[in-house]
Structures are given as structure tokens and as C-alpha cells.
């Protein structure tokens, strides 16, 4: 089994300019312990991962060629730093660069760059000492090194222009120097007068000009290493700019609070570089740590502290607005913190993920996608997928929160008091779940949210658990180093193991529920069955998540140094490690099917690995095929928003057809207007062509006369002058012809003279010299003699042989001097008489040059007549050729005026029928208008009696309202006699109550009546009780009496009437409503008809319209114009009454 990466969810944003184009579709970035080369458009990633030992990448650089990628990582204590050389279309290593090489102790690179010729490569070593060394990679030589200073350095960069010339920054440190074979040479520059600061990044814009940013929001331009301006444009506002990146227009930077400015070349001679647009990244106030332009610098891709990545359009950056959101995601967001929380479902391929960045996001594995993210006000400690992939469990500050996960968010179901929660789980069937609080587990129900029961036992916090496979039982492990096994029947242990000396990081048992696997601190791998451990293996790390697949042979792990391991059963010991994350592994799970294994780091990178067996195929386990669920969950407020938007928007496109069908008639209308103008003005046009046609057909005539009678003028002069020019020059050409031939013959003859002369001169000097030398010969001969005659007596004659032969070669020396000057002379004068005739030979030469000089001259001046013949010939060729288009021209427009004239005259005929079916449309037009002029009178009789009507409507409303207001004053009387009444009786049930008490009081004194004092006092109490004022007694008021009973019948008998009366008149006004309506829907069916009947006639007119074209042939659409013209008014007339039946009709 192996573990191969088939997707990774982040990015480490803390590394220098770590994001660059391959492509304009592929992006490369660090994530994990990765380098990530993604491709856009495929969707796909592959992955350089890191070196064996390495402890996570330090610095990344790409060649300008884009072919080369240089990855620097972070070796081990005691180890030498490396920078590792990749082919970026093969991913396969090329050359690896140690420190080593120059005695070096640092154990990482801080950064890098490469030349414009991708031949070298620069490297800034990291602390103590902070050395640059230059690199010929190729051959893996070093170059040069130099030691920078004791602060920390940012960047460093080749000239893009000059490869021998280098720029750093850093903490205080802007400096410029050259490469030369052994030494990097420091440049002359100064920042002037400016006081040191942290120089966090910097471009090269042109062969000597660099731009530099400060931690204080300052651009710097600088040229030739010396300070030239700080730009006034920039923010400088006390926060840093981390990033930038050079154009061709000019250069963009990256500052705090998601801002990113564009400057452009200014043409203003106090600024080098203008401001022109600054946008912000909208919802992500952190800084921008990395930008890179695309290879065309149509896009901009810039990296946020975040590690979120977006994309801007840079080529279009003009018309972008400042204050809109312009950014787009590359791909997707990531987490920006560690995550803390993972699992995966049963029936969706869905991941849930939690991070300490307050958000909660659902990966989407088998798209790799983001499905949902939603960011909350807390930290979010743990998260749990039930199986149904519907909900999900988190583990926040304050609360545990039980929420729905919706088509588009993620809503709070139920809250539950647990606070921090670090630990949840649901259960395989999603029946119940299981959190941890402290050193305590509480289980719950998933469905009525209520406390199952509670697992108490550990005495630290627990740090993991997990359900067996039938959920009958539950595995918890803590920081006390204890493993406990629960029974969920009851909620008490089955078994448990305790090692004090251990923490314990995660625990997980069997599919068969039999065995228990635990890590912890010890650096151990325990087998743990019965309450026994059974078997221990050292990990030699320390481990913090481990996950069982569901087949049960393979034990994944995830260790403190981000690797993940993989343990075949039966264990061992023995494991495939494979690098992952750069920082300590969080969280570890399986998908259900065990085709993908999930982990997630501190780094806020989740990777996603294939399970592949040792043939590459994938281990997915066989299990009866169960397509993934597509429900999902909706609440019914934003299906119903939905539903009514959707009505909304209907019924707006029902508007909006009706709309348009109104605008095309409108249109059709106004076109068939256009059209008759149209035509009318080509007529005209037709017209004024013809006039103007037969003046052209005129002028033409004219000027073929004339230039046929100038042509034959050209032509006889033409020939005349060619006759005499041809006659004029063969004559001169004959005469010198005959005087070079003249020339030639006495040029000859006399180097034919000279030629003797010398010939007899050279035969007498060689006869001289043959006899002056043939002379002393013989002397020579002679003396040569005397010498062999005298040589016997040598040696007593030497003294007069030296004297003879002194005197002898005297005289021979003086008769050669005589001789050589004589001869000498004789040669001087013949040279002289050589020099002579070659004055004379050169003086006849210019002459023949001279007169070969005229010849040529004269050629020249022939074949310039020549030329100018020719221009003349082609002159009148060209004209010929006009004459030729012209006539040409002249057919094709008689041709056209032929095609016009025909045209016309069908033209003629067609208006002739048209004009007979204009005749007998207008008298179809007049029989309609007649037809309808009966229903017009009816219409408007008709709508005098509605007006009728309505007058007789509005008077039985103006008595109705009378009779309402006669009703409501006699309502008013009658609520008053009411509440009269209501008093009266008030009273007489006070006097009743009263009389009631004093027949009971005179009951009690008819008892003492045989006690008289009593009795007295009695009557007494009863006369202060009853008794307030004095009595009068006076006789009833008979006529009062009568006047009221009287009054009293008046009012009933005119209450009745009334009531009699509004019966009567509501019943005739009811009974007039009813009429009217009846007569208004009689009146609306007519009017019905009459429309049915005008559209009938309409269909009819159309109808009849294709036959009369058919009739006509080629002219149907000019005739369906002319009828449709014809039907005009008496549609419009059709379409103004329908508007006047609308308008006087009021709605029922």
C-alpha cells in the first residue's frame, strides 16, 4: 500500500515571494512540506515534495525561462542548508547546492534568485553569518561568496539586463554588487541622508533602475544604486509593503489591510512613478504577501497573510473601480489557521474541516472543491459529520453547537453547554454523539438533544475517542494515561489500562471491536486487548493521530513532523512513511470506502492521498454499489423567497413579452412606414440616376471625340519625332563608329612602333652585355691561368703577386666602375626614353578614355531616348487600357441602365396592380367602414345609456347615503333611549333590592311585636337606614305619565316605517345593480364580438394577401407591403376604438 497526494487545500504564506506563473494556466506554491504546480484550466495538481531529512521549505525560486524551479529547505540540527534544482515540466531533480560547499553552518537558504540566462543562481544563507553565494548550478560549482552583514536579510536578485549584477535587501541593508569568478564586489551606492530601515522588498524596472519598499510604506527609486526619489504617491503610512512586482507599464505593491497599488511610468519630470489605481481585497485585512504577474500580464495572482490567494485583472485595470470588489479566488479559500477538527460522512463525499480561523468549511473530495464555508465569532475547536452528511457537531468557545448543514450555509440547530469543547464524535449510525467536557464524556442523542448519560472516570483531559462499530461501546483515552472501554447499556467501564507515566494523544479499535491501538508521549505503538497491552512498537517520534481503514489491514499515522505513516497488518513495526504537512498532524480520518485517507496539520494545509496498492491500482474496498446522496436540506422561508422570486420573475417576463410584442407591432408599423418612404426615395433616387446617366452618356460621347481626335494628333507627332531622332542618332552613331575604329588603327600602328623599338633596344643591351661579358671572361680565364702559372712560385713571389694582384684588381676595378658607369648612363637615357613614350602611352590612353567616354555617353543618351520611347509606349498603352475600361464600363452601365429600365417597367406594371388591388381594397375598405358604421351609432348609443346609467347609479347612491345617515341619527336616538332605559331599569332593580330589604327588616319588627322597645328601636333603625331626607309626598303627574307613553309609541311606530322603507330601497337598489351589471356584461359581449369580428376580418384581409401574391410572382412582398400599407387606417381605427371601449368601460 502507498499513499499518493491527489490534492492539497492551502498555502504557506509566511515564505518570501512564494507564488509564480508557469503559465497563464498553471501557478506554482508551497503547501505543507509540498511544492504545489496546479493547473487552472485541467483542475489537477502535481507535487515536488521534500527532501528525506528536511524539516519543511524555506524559499522558492523560479528561472525567467519558466522551466526551472529552485526549492530551498530547512535541514536538520548540525546539517548543512540545500537548495534543491527542479525541471518544472518533468518535476525530476537536476542538481542539489549544499552549503557546504563554502564551509557554511547556516541550515537554511532565506532566499533565492536566478540570472536572466537561467545559468545562475544566487543563494542568501540564513543566520549566524548571513552569506550570499553565487552559483554555476549546472556544473553544481560554486562562484563567489560574501558575507552580507549580522542582520537579516529579505531578498536578493539578479539585474534581469546584466547577470553580473546583484541587488539585497534586507533590515537596514539596500546593496548592489558584481559578479566576478571568485569575489561579489561591492557596487558604490548611498541612500544619502535617509536614516537605515527594514528594506523588505524590491523590483528591477529597467537596466539601473530598482524600486524599494519599506516597513514604513515607502517606495524608494533608485538608480544606479544611488537614492533618486521616494515616491510621494506612496502609502506611507506606517505600514509595511511586502510584496512587489515589475510590469511593463510600471510595477504594482502589496501593503497591510489587503491593499494593493498600481504606479505607471509618469510623463511629469518631479515624479518617476504615478499612483493610478489602489484596490483592496475586500473581507481580508491582512497584509499581501506575495505578488507575480502572468507571463502576457493579463492577470495578477497576489497571496494574503491568510493563505488566501486572488486573482486580479491586471490588463484591464483601467476601467476597474477602486471602491468595487475586484478580486476573484484562484481556485479556493483556505484556512488561514491551524485546523483543528476533521471528519468525513457515510452517503455524500463530503469533508468537514474547523480551524482556529472561526471558520468551519465542507471540501467537497470527489470535485475537490469548497462546498460551504461559513465563519463564525469563535474559535472552533473540534467538528464531527454525522453519516447522513445533513449535520454536523462543533465544538466552539463557549458552546457545543448541533447545526443543519443547508444547500448554501451551515445554521444552529441546538446549543449545548459545553464549553471548548476539543473532542466530538457521532456514532457509525448518527443515532447518538459524544463530547468531550474536561475529563468527562456526555452522550446525546442526535434527534431529541437530550443527555443520555455521562462517562466519568479520567482524571485529565480526555484527547480522544471512539466508537466501535456496532456504537453498543465507546473508547476513550486521556492525558492521565488512560485507555478506558466503555459500555453504553449502562455507562460503566468494560475494560481499561491505565500507564501513568504515558499521555496519551488518540486511540482506536477494530472493526471487530477485539483489539484497541493507543500512542502517546512514550513513542510507542500500543496493542491493547482485555485491559492488557499486548504488544508495543517504538515509533521513534512522537505520534498524534492514528485511523484504522475499514478494511481492517492498514493503521495510518500522523506524526509531530507532518509525515504520515503507513502500518500493514500484521503489525511489525515496520512502515511507509510519506512526507505531508510541515507542521505537527492534527487530525486523521479514512473515507468510508477506504479510496482516500484525509489529514490535517497546524500549517492550515488539508491534503487529500489516494490509497493505492503496490500496483498502483486503487484500494478502494468492494462493496455493493451505493450511489452518493444529492439531497440536500432547504428551510421553507427561503424556499418560499425563492418560489416567489420565481413567481416575481415570471410574471416580469410575461410583462416583458407582452412588452416586446407591443414594441414589435410598434415596430412593424414604423418600418412599414420607413419601407413606403424608402421606396418613394429610391424613385427618386432612380430618377435623378437616369438624368444623371444620360448627362454622363452625353459628356462620354464628347470625350471619346476628343481624345480619339488627340490620340491621333499624339500618334502622327510621336512618329514624326521618333523618325527624326532615330535618322539624327544612327547618323551621329555612324561617325563615331568610324572615328573609334579611326582611334583603334593608330593606337595599333603605334604599339606596333614601339613594340620594334623596344624589341631592337632589349636585342642591343643583351648583345653589350653578352660581349662585356664574354670579353672578361676571357680575362678572367687569362688571369685565372697566370694564377695556376704563378701559384708554384708563391711562396717567394707573394710579396709581388699581393702587389700585381692590388694593381690588377685596381684596374679591373676601375675599367667594371668605368664600364658599370657608362652602361649605366646608357640605361638611364633608354629609361628616360621609356619613361617618355609611356607619358605618351598614358596621354593616348586618357584620350581613348576619354573618347570611350563620349561613347558610353553617347549610349547613355540613346538609351535614355530609348527609355522615354518606351514611357511613351506604355503611356499609350495605359490609355488604350483606359479606353478598354472605359468602353467596358460604358456596356456594364448600359447594361445596368438596361436592367434599371426593365426594372422600372416592372415596376410600372406592378404599381398598375397594385393600384387595381388599392381599388379593390378601398372598396372592400368602404363595405367594412360601412358595416361598422351601425356598430359604431350602436356603441355610441350604448354608451349614452351606460352614462344613463350611471347618472340613475349615482342617485340611488346619493339616496342611499341619505338613508344612511337618517339611519344613523336614529341609531343615535335609539342608543340613547336605550341607555335611558338601561337606567331606569337600574333603578328599578335598586328599589326592588330595597323594598326586598325592608319587607325582610319589617318581617324581623313584626317579630318583636310582642317587645315594644324593641319593636321602637327597630323601626328606628330601619327609618335612619331608609330615611335620608325628609318625605313629601305628592300626587302622580297623570299627564307626564301619558305624554311619555304616547312619545314612546310615536318613536316605535317611525322606527318600524324607517326600517320598512330601507328594506324597500336596498331591495330596489339591489335589484338596479343587478340590472346594470346584467346590461354591462350584455354590453361587453357585443363589444367581444365586434373584436372578434374586426380580427376575422383581419385574418381574412392577410389571408386574401398571399394570393394576390401568388398571383403577382416575383412582386409578393412589395404587393403584401402595399396591402399591408392600404390595411393601415383601418386597423388603427380598430386599435383606437379597442382603446376607447377600454377606457369607458369601468372594470366590474
Known amino acids: 500500500m502507498e499513499l499518493v497526494p491527489a490534492q492539497v487545500f492551502g498555502v504557506r504564506a509566511s515564505l518570501k515571494d512564494h507564488i509564480w506563473y508557469i503559465n497563464e494556466q498553471t501557478v506554482l506554491y508551497p503547501a505543507g512540506s509540498h511544492v504545489v504546480v496546479s493547473s487552472l484550466d485541467q483542475k489537477l495538481q502535481r507535487f515536488i515534495p521534500c527532501t528525506e531529512r528536511s524539516e519543511g521549505i524555506t524559499a522558492i525560486a523560479v528561472s525567467p525561462n519558466r522551466k526551472l524551479v529552485a526549492v530551498a529547505e530547512l535541514a536538520p540540527d548540525g546539517e548543512p542548508a540545500t537548495a534543491t534544482v527542479y525541471d518544472v515540466a518533468t518535476l525530476k531533480r537536476k542538481k542539489v547546492l549544499s552549503a557546504a560547499a563554502a564551509n557554511l553552518a547556516t541550515r537554511e537558504f532565506a532566499c533565492m534568485a536566478f540570472s536572466a540566462d537561467s545559468k545562475g543562481l544566487i543563494t542568501q544563507g540564513g543566520s549566524p553569518d548571513w552569506t550570499l553565494l553565487h552559483w554555476h548550478w549546472e556544473k553544481g560549482k560554486l562562484g563567489a561568496a560574501s558575507k552580507q552583514s549580522t542582520a537579516p536579510i529579505f531578498q536578493c536578485s539578479f539585474n534581469p539586463y546584466d547577470s553580473s549584477v546583484v541587488c539585497v535587501t534586507g533590515d537596514g541593508v539596500c546593496r548592489f554588487m558584481r559578479v566576478t569568478d571568485q569575489l561579489l564586489k561591492p557596487l558604490p551606492g548611498a541612500m544619502g541622508k535617509r536614516e537605515p530601515q527594514g528594506y523588505l522588498c524590491h523590483a528591477w524596472l529597467s537596466e539601473d533602475r530598482v524600486v524599494v519598499a519599506t516597513d514604513a510604506g515607502d517606495l524608494l527609486v533608485l538608480e544606479a544604486g544611488e537614492l533618486k526619489a521616494a515616491l510621494n504617491s506612496a502609502p506611507a503610512d506606517g505600514a509595511p509593503i511586502d510584496s512587489i512586482a515589475a510590469y511593463s507599464k510600471g510595477f504594482v505593491c502589496g501593503a497591510d489591510d489587503g491593499m494593493v497599488y498600481v504606479y505607471e511610468k509618469s510623463e511629469d519630470g518631479k515624479e518617476f512613478y504615478k499612483r493610478t489605481k489602489s484596490f483592496r481585497v475586500e473581507g481580508n485585512p491582512v497584509r499581501v504577501m506575495s505578488l507575480a504577474t502572468s507571463p502576457s500580464e493579463e492577470q495578477l495572482v497576489c497571496s494574503l497573510e491568510n493563505a488566501q490567494i486572488f486573482v486580479l485583472p491586471l490588463s484591464n485595470v483601467e476601467i476597474l473601480k477602486e471602491e468595487e470588489m475586484n478580486f476573484e479566488l484562484l481556485t479556493h479559500s483556505f484556512h488561514g489557521r491551524a485546523i483543528t477538527g476533521l471528519d468525513t460522512c457515510v452517503r455524500k463525499p463530503l469533508v468537514a474541516t474547523c480551524s482556529m480561523d472561526k471558520s468551519v468549511r465542507i471540501w467537497n473530495y470527489q470535485d475537490m472543491t469548497t462546498d460551504i464555508h461559513k465563519t ?244 478502494q ?95 502622327d507627332r510621336h512618329t ?314 305628592h300626587a302622580a303627574d297623570t299627564e307626564v305619565a301619558s305624554e311619555h307613553a304616547r312619545q314612546r309609541e310615536c318613536l316605535e311606530k317611525s322606527v318600524e316605517s324607517l326600517k320598512r322603507k330601507l328594506n324597500k330601497n336596498m331591495e330596489l337598489h339591489r335589484a338596479d345593480n343587478q340590472r346594470m351589471m346584467q346590461e354591462n356584461v350584455a354590453l361587453i359581449n357585443e363589444i367581444n364580438e365586434l373584436r372578434r369580428e374586426i380580427k376575422a376580418l383581419k385574418a381574412t384581409q392577410v389571408a386574401s394577401g398571399p394570393r394576390h401574391k401568388g398571383g403577382v410572382g416575383s412582386d409578393r412582398s412589395f404587393g403584401s407591403r402595399g396591402m399591408r400599407g392600404g390595411l393601415e387606417d383601418a386597423f388603427l381605427d380598430a386599435a383606437s376604438f379597442r382603446s376607447d371601449s377600454r377606457e369607458e368601460l369601468p372594470p366590474l
Not at 481492517?552 to 509531530?560: H, N, Q, S
Not at 603605334?750 to 676571357?778: P, R
Not at 509606349?873 to 468602353?887: G, N, Q, T
Request: with cysteine.
Open 376 to 619: 463564525f465569532n469563535e474559535e472552533v475547536y473540534s467538528v464531527s459529520f454525522h453519516p447522513s452528511g445533513l449535520h454536523v457537531l462543533a465544538g466552539f468557545a463557549d458552546k457545543l453547537r448541533l447545526m443543519n448543514v443547508l444547500i448554501d450555509d451551515i445554521r444552529t440547530y441546538k446549543e449545548f453547554a459545553v464549553k471548548a469543547c476539543r473532542e466530538c464524535q457521532f456514532s457509525n449510525g448518527g443515532q447518538s454523539f459524544a463530547a468531550v467536557n474536561g475529563n468527562s464524556i456526555q452522550i446525546y442523542s442526535s434527534y431529541t438533544c437530550e443527555n443520555l448519560g455521562n462517562l466519568r472516570g479520567h482524571s485529565s483531559k480526555v484527547r480522544s475517542i471512539c466508537w466501535t462499530r456496532d456504537d453498543s461501546r465507546l473508547v476513550s483515552c486521556g492525558m492521565d494515561g488512560a485507555v478506558y472501554e466503555w459500555q453504553l447499556r449502562d455507562f460503566k467501564r468494560a475494560s481499561e489500562n491505565v500507564l501513568k507515566l504515558c499521555s496519551y494523544t488518540c486511540a482506536v479499535c477494530t472493526p471487530d471491536s477485539r483489539l484497541i491501538y493507543a500512542v502517546g508521549t512514550d513513542l510507542k505503538l500500543k496493542e491493547i486487548a482485555e485491559s492488557n497491552i499486548n504488544r508495543d512498537f517504538d515509533t521513534g517520534a512522537i505520534i498524534n493521530q492514528i485511523a484504522l481503514s475499514n478494511s481492517g489491514r492498514v493503521l495510518f499515522a500522523g506524526t509531530e513532523a507532518g509525515t504520515l505513516r503507513l502500518y500493514r497488518f500484521p503489525l511489525t513495526g515496520e512502515y511507509a512513511e510519506v512526507r505531508a504537512h510541515s507542521a505537527p498532524v492534527t487530525r486523521l480520518r479514512v473515507s468510508p470506502d477506504d479510496a482516500f485517507v484525509f489529514s490535517v496539520a497546524e500549517d492550515a494545509s488539508f491534503f487529500v492521498f489516494d490509497l493505492r496498492d503496490k500496483d498502483g491500482r486503487s484500494a
Open 621 to 715: 474496498l468492494v462493496r455493493e454499489s451505493v450511489a452518493f446522496a444529492e439531497e440536500t436540506l432547504v428551510t421553507r422561508s427561503d424556499l418560499e423567497e425563492k418560489t416567489q422570486a420565481m413567481a416575481e420573475l415570471k410574471q416580469k417576463v410575461e410583462e416583458l413579452t407582452m412588452q416586446g410584442e407591443y414594441q414589435l407591432r410598434l415596430k412593424d408599423m414604423t418600418y412599414s412606414e420607413k419601407l413606403k418612404e424608402a421606396s418613394d426615395h429610391f424613385n427618386a433616387e432612380l430618377e435623378e440616376a437616369k438624368r444623371e446617366y444620360d448627362m454622363l452618356m452625353q459628356s462620354r460621347d464628347t470625350l471619346e471625340v476628343e481624345y480619339e481626335d488627340k490620340l491621333k494628333q499624339l500618334e
Open 720 to 1033: 514624326q519625332q521618333t523618325q527624326q531622332l532615330e535618322a539624327q542618332y544612327q547618323q551621329k552613331i555612324m561617325m563615331e563608329v568610324e572615328r573609334y575604329q579611326a582611334l583603334v588603327t593608330e593606337k595599333d600602328v603605334m604599339n606596333e612602333k614601339w613594340e620594334e623599338k623596344l624589341g631592337v633596344t632589349s636585342e642591343e643591351h643583351e648583345n653589350t652585355l653578352h660581349s662585356v661579358t664574354e670579353e672578361y671572361d676571357g680575362r678572367l680565364r687569362h688571369e685565372a691561368s697566370i694564377l695556376e702559372r704563378e701559384q708554384a712560385e708563391k711562396s717567394a713571389l707573394i710579396a709581388e703577386f699581393e702587389e700585381t694582384r692590388g694593381q690588377l684588381e685596381e684596374d679591373v676595378d676601375r675599367e667594371i666602375e668605368e664600364l658599370r658607369e657608362k652602361y649605366e648612363a646608357r640605361l638611364a637615357s633608354e629609361g628616360e626614353a621609356a619613361l617618355r613614350l609611356k607619358g605618351e602611352n598614358g596621354i593616348m590612353r586618357k584620350k581613348f578614355t576619354a573618347l570611350q567616354k563620349d561613347i558610353e555617353d553617347q549610349k547613355d543618351e540613346i538609351s535614355g531616348l530609348f527609355a522615354s520611347k518606351k514611357a511613351l509606349h506604355e503611356h499609350i498603352a495605359s490609355l488604350e487600357k483606359d479606353i478598354v475600361s472605359l468602353k467596358k464600363e460604358i456596356r456594364e452601365r448600359d447594361e445596368t441602365i438596361g436592367d434599371k429600365e426593365k426594372r422600372i417597367y416592372d415596376l410600372k406594371k406592378k404599381n398598375q396592380e397594385l393600384e387595381k388591388f388599392k381599388f379593390v381594397l378601398d372598396y372592400k375598405i368602404k363595405e367594412l367602414k360601412k358595416q361598422i358604421e351601425p356598430r359604431e351609432v350602436e356603441v355610441v348609443e350604448m354608451k349614452e345609456q351606460i352614462k344613463q346609467m350611471d347618472g340613475e347609479l349615482e342617485r340611488a347612491h346619493k339616496n342611499s347615503s341619505a338613508l344612511e345617515l337618517t339611519i344613523s341619527a336614529q341609531k343615535l336616538k335609539l342608543e340613547g333611549m336605550q341607555r335611558e332605559i338601561r337606567a331606569q331599569r337600574t333603578k328599578i332593580g335598586e328599589c326592588e333590592s330595597s323594598s326586598d330589604m325592608m319587607c325582610r327588616e319589617l318581617y324581623d319588627c313584626v317579630q318583636l311585636i310582642q317587645d315594644p322597645k324593641a319593636l321602637k328601636a327597630a323601626v328606628n333603625q330601619m327609618y335612619q337606614r331608609h330615611v335620608a331626607t325628609a318625605v313629601v309626598t
